[in-house]
């Protein structure tokens, strides 16, 4: 096992300890401390994302020339409740057929996608989920299974909500009640031509008299998927559509006919550290670019100038990706501490910086962690295969704060000694004089 700790002073900084700390190490999800430190420094508190339905034609006795445009920006918040919201406001202007396109406008993010994106390591699982400007629900599918009427039939399988053009091939059967087993496998694809925009494929057994279960996957067509999504609550709002679900940029002479704006960013930002959302994090670290479409690459060189404003060298640091996913990323632990201590003192973004992350025996990935130390200790857990990570600060008996990065790399299959010597660090901390 390769580990590196530092621990420093809150108030001036001195190191009070450290171990392997200039050696760089893969930190996992602790990337993520960089993202929301250089998102609140550039992008502000109060930051939003919008996510607009846009028209150029005149409504006309319940008609909609010209089509509609649903224009994201990256908001990895918005659900398919937003989007219903949208579609009730389209209903409340008394739109009740549009005569055109709906067009899905993605372009204010690139799709590239970082390097550890659902395409590369990950497959479909939800934590590797794409990036896009238009996203809904985490840009998943949840998978409902639940047992057919009869033993040796087909399970019932659903995608939720319902999507058009989404197409669930069933190959499940209902096991007997007794001695049957659950073994259940969930698969998405994308199938070239015009036909589905995504294919689910289900396998396996489950047993009669179980209850259902929801599996998620990620999508390889967030904004396709996130307009057919539109589509269908369209319909249920009976506002008729004439044309095709297609991608493309908003035309000129548009109008906004409705809107919707996520949280502010300081809201967002508790999903990046406390629960470690990866998408929430890949997206906000796009929209730091300062060229547009953003990238990860942009969202990076912001990162980058977050680390010479604060002082950190960028040769102790590599970053690949906004969430930690891809094992590329380095950071040695003492810059790691000195990053931490610098986003949670900032003048004019401290106090969210500090409310982004877990509690330890509170939230997050610290609710179950640590719970004699409830709430003195915050932090941002981080987890990939061979590595563990933990860095955040304490405060002492005597009220002082303590700053600590504790990295863990080449630790084999099983974190468990990795976040027991972790957690014992801390305590040590936790109780120093």
């Known amino acids: 096992m390769a580990v590196g700790v530092a621990v420093l002073s809150g108030e001036t ?10 050696q760089p190490l893969i930190p996992a999800s ?20 919008r996510t607009e339905v846009l028209g150029t034609g005149p409504i006309e006795a319940g008609v909609l020339r010209g089509g509609i445009t649903l224009r994201g920006s990256g908001d990895p918040s918005l659900t398919t409740e937003d989007l219903w919201a949208l579609a009730l406001d389209l209903e409340a202007l008394g739109i009740k057929r549009i005569e055109g ?58 995608t939720v909500p319902p999507i058009p053009r989404v197409r669930v091939e069933n190959r499940t059967v209902t096991a007997s009640r007794d001695g049957g087993r659950e073994s259940l496998a969930v698969s998405i694809a994308e199938p070239a031509g015009e036909g589905p925009a995504e294919v689910v494929t289900v396998r396996g057994s489950i047993p009669a008299g179980s209850p259902p279960r929801r599996i998620w996957r990620s999508v390889g067509r967030p904004a396709l998927v996130t307009g057919l999504l539109f589509k269908g609550l369209l319909d249920r ?79 102790s640091v590599r970053v690949a990706d906004g969430s930690g996913l891809s094992t590329q990323n380095r950071v040695a632990p003492l810059e790691l501490a000195r990053a931490l201590r610098a986003g949670a003192r900032s003048p004019i973004s401290g106090a969210e910086f500090r409310s982004a992350f877990a509690i330890a025996g509170v939230d997050g990935t610290l609710e179950k962690r640590m719970t004699g130390l409830r709430g003195r200790v915050r ?29 863990a790399n080449k630790i084999g299959a099983d974190p468990s000694a990795a976040k027991s010597l972790q957690d014992r660090i801390v305590r040590v901390v936790a109780n120093a004089n």
């Open 13 to 22: 900084g001195e190191i009070l300890f450290e171990s392997g700390a200039r």
């Open 30 to 49: 602790n990337a993520k401390i960089f993202t929301i430190a250089a998102a609140l420094d550039r992008l502000g508190t109060a930051f939003v994302f």
């Open 101 to 158: 396109d709906l067009v899905l406008d993605d372009g204010a993010l690139d799709r590239t996608q970082a390097p550890a994106a659902r395409a590369d390591r990950y497959g479909d699982r939800p934590y590797g989920a794409m990036t896009s400007a238009l996203t809904s629900n985490f840009n998943t599918i949840a998978v409902e299974v639940a047992p057919g009427p009869r033993s040796g039939g087909p399970a019932r399988v659903v």
């Open 237 to 315: 709002a009976d506002i008729g559509l004439s044309g095709e679900v297609r991608t493309g940029a908003a035309p000129a002479g548009h109008r906004v006919l409705a809107s919707h704006a996520s949280a502010p960013l300081s809201v967002l930002l508790r999903d990046v550290g406390k629960r470690s959302n990866n998408l929430y994090a890949e997206q906000i670290l796009k929209a730091l670019s300062q060229a547009q479409p953003g990238s990860t690459r942009g969202g990076i060189g912001a990162v980058e100038g977050w680390f010479d404003k604060v002082g950190i060298p960028r040769s």
């Open 379 to 407: 932090g941002k857990t981080g987890y990939l295969t061979g590595v563990s990570a933990l860095s955040g600060w304490v405060t002492t008996p005597a009220g002082d704060e303590v700053f600590f990065a504790i990295l």
